[in-house]
């Protein structure tokens, strides 16, 4: 009579074991992080794969007895050792389904096998000894397959060079957790693309031998959505940090003491108050705690009032007009119209007018953003230049330092009344060089330019002002001049980073404009008879588009 042998191994649980078993021995390193990291670098994709080859493939299956389980793996062409206990997972198994740890029994099985250039590699098995009160557990993994992942191991991890693949992974990939294995000695980051096409590759591992706790506590803080989210939501509360920082003039005071008493007399502050105010600040990064007190850092040196590039006026806007003016952001979304009047009577630049001081601020802040124009002269050449135009050039800042690299050309601001009273102290050493004209550029721009420009103004208008205006500006130039537009551009892809998409919400809420893309840009041009010619990048995330007139087809 033959003995029949009860399966340990439910048969999806053996179809996932099969597929699995597949996809090493058709992967390799190059697969896998091709498949995986698709947007990243093929130079970066050859640097981390020489770091960190291809180690494994997992997955977790759910025996309801550990008797025979070896034998029935080996039935199917998996030949493993003996099971370790597994720490991670079965920690992310408790938190996951409410479950205590201890009443979870999880272990580690390896089965050998050959990718397909022939490398060793394995097949990482989890096992969940699954009882019925556990049958939920193993539903829902089989379905989701949370704990299904690629390996890439690193064979000599140090903390510089793990913190160098984690970043660059964590690029492309979600951080999703992580440990560290005592009975391996072997930490564990994952990575995950909850939206990838293929299942597969919609979790990474990085193994590396020993303990490195510092970066493990980053990664699993990372790999929470809600302490990110939280991140988030309170950034208005930095934006009030900072702003009143400036308004008591705490940075300028910080470069005379330390001294928190001295500091809280200084500012006219509450001392415990003040502190409290200053450790956020050095979470920010504004300010550096001392064994003396705090000092301010690089960034907190740009909130000083008395330094160039000072951006204190800009934390004032941002914190006062334009921060009232964002609680109506949902307003300015539902109706498409700024924010900015519905909360002060007027649009942006009409209040302004009638308000010298927010006026005087305003400016004061534009020029924090003056160090976009630094570049500008480096970026184009400009030595040809003879009458320089600049159009609604409010402080006169890119027209000086055109004047400043040009000392053969004159210049010609343009712009209305209230922004030429700004400009005069920036522009008095240029008295013989410099004419201040005041008009409205919608109807007309000055002639007999060589060199147009037109900065940071597009963007305050929809589409059919700046159609008018560049038409203006066109009717204007003659033929050989160019035009010279400094702006923001959004990416054409959402994968690009920028200013300008931020920028571009401001721009809805508080004067009703836009940031574009260089596509919209080359069409609105067009339309207006222009040839967008060349893009150059400047500081602030800012560009330089080289504009001429449009010669016309036959």
């Not at 995950?192 to 293929?198: E, G, T």
């Not at 890119?398 to 210049?411: E, F, H, K």
């Not at 008095?428 to 109807?443: K, P």
Request: one cysteine or more.
């Amino acid at each position: 009579m033959t003995a029949t042998i009860a399966p340990a191994l439910a048969p999806e649980d053996l179809d996932r074991l099969a597929a699995a078993k597949s996809l090493v021995l058709a992967s390799g390193t190059d697969s896998v992080l091709a498949a995986a990291l698709p947007s990243l670098p093929a130079a970066e994709r050859a640097a981390l794969a020489a770091h960190a080859p291809f180690s494994h493939v997992a997955l977790l299956i759910f025996p309801e007895t550990l008797d025979g389980l070896g034998e029935e793996l080996a039935r199917h062409g998996l030949e493993t050792g003996p099971m370790r206990p597994s720490v991670v997972v079965r920690e992310r198994l408790s938190r996951r389904y409410g479950v205590p740890a201890h009443d979870l029994t999880v272990g580690i099985l390896r089965a050998p096998l050959a990718d397909r250039a022939g490398s060793m590699c394995s097949l990482e098995i989890f096992v969940l000894l699954t009882s019925p009160e556990l049958a939920h557990i193993s539903a829902d993994e089989r379905r989701h397959g949370h704990e299904s992942h690629f390996a890439l191991a690193v064979p000599q991890a140090d903390p510089i060079v793990l913190t160098g693949l984690r970043a660059a992974i964590a690029g492309q990939l979600r951080p999703d957790g992580g440990g560290y294995n005592g009975h391996e000695d072997t930490t564990v980051l994952y990575f995950r693309d909850a939206h990838h096409p293929a299942p597969a590759c919609r979790r990474l591992e990085l193994l590396c031998t020993g303990e490195f706790p510092r970066l493990l506590a980053a990664h699993r803080r990372e790999s929470e959505p809600g302490t990110e989210l939280l991140g988030l939501l309170t950034g208005a509360w930095a934006t009030q940090a900072v702003a009143t920082a400036v308004e008591l003039r705490l940075p300028d005071h910080l470069t005379t003491t330390t001294n928190l008493t001295t500091l809280a007399a200084a500012t006219g502050t509450d001392r415990d108050s003040l502190a409290r105010l200053l450790r956020y600040l050095g979470t920010l990064g504004v300010v550096r705690a001392t064994a003396a007190g705090y000092v301010l850092t690089e960034l907190g040196v740009l909130l000083r009032s008395d330094v160039d590039g000072s951006m204190s006026a800009l934390a004032q806007m941002y914190g006062g007009p334009f921060y009232e003016s964002f609680a109506m952001l949902t307003e300015a979304v539902r109706t498409g119209a700024e924010s900015y009047a519905k909360v002060f009577g007027a649009h942006h630049f009409t209040h302004l007018a009638a308000e010298p001081a927010l006026a005087d601020l305003f400016h004061r802040s534009m020029a924090a953003s003056d160090a976009m124009f630094a570049e500008l002269t480096h970026a184009v050449d400009l030595s040809g230049a003879r009458v320089v135009v600049d159009v609604a050039g409010g402080s006169g800042a890119l027209l000086s330092r055109v004047l400043d690299a040009c000392p053969s050309a004159v210049g010609i601001l343009m712009d209305r009344p209230e922004a030429l009273a700004v400009a005069g102290p920036a522009l008095a050493r240029y008295a013989t060089r410099c004419t201040s004209v005041a008009g409205d550029f919608t109807e007309a721009v000055p002639g007999g330019g060589d060199v147009y420009l037109l900065s940071r103004f597009l963007h305050d208008w929809d589409d059919a002002r700046c159609h008018a205006i560049l038409t203006t500006c066109a009717a204007g130039m003659p033929a050989g001049a160019e035009l010279l537009i400094v702006e923001r551009l959004l990416p054409e892809s959402d994968e690009t980073a920028s200013l300008a998409v931020p920028w571009d919400i401001h721009m809805l809420c508080n004067v009703g404009g836009r940031e574009r893309t260089a596509s919209h840009y080359r069409a609105l041009l067009a339309d207006a008879g222009f040839e967008l010619t060349d893009i150059r990048p400047l500081a602030l995330d800012a560009c330089v588009l080289r504009v001429r007139k449009a010669v016309p087809r036959p």
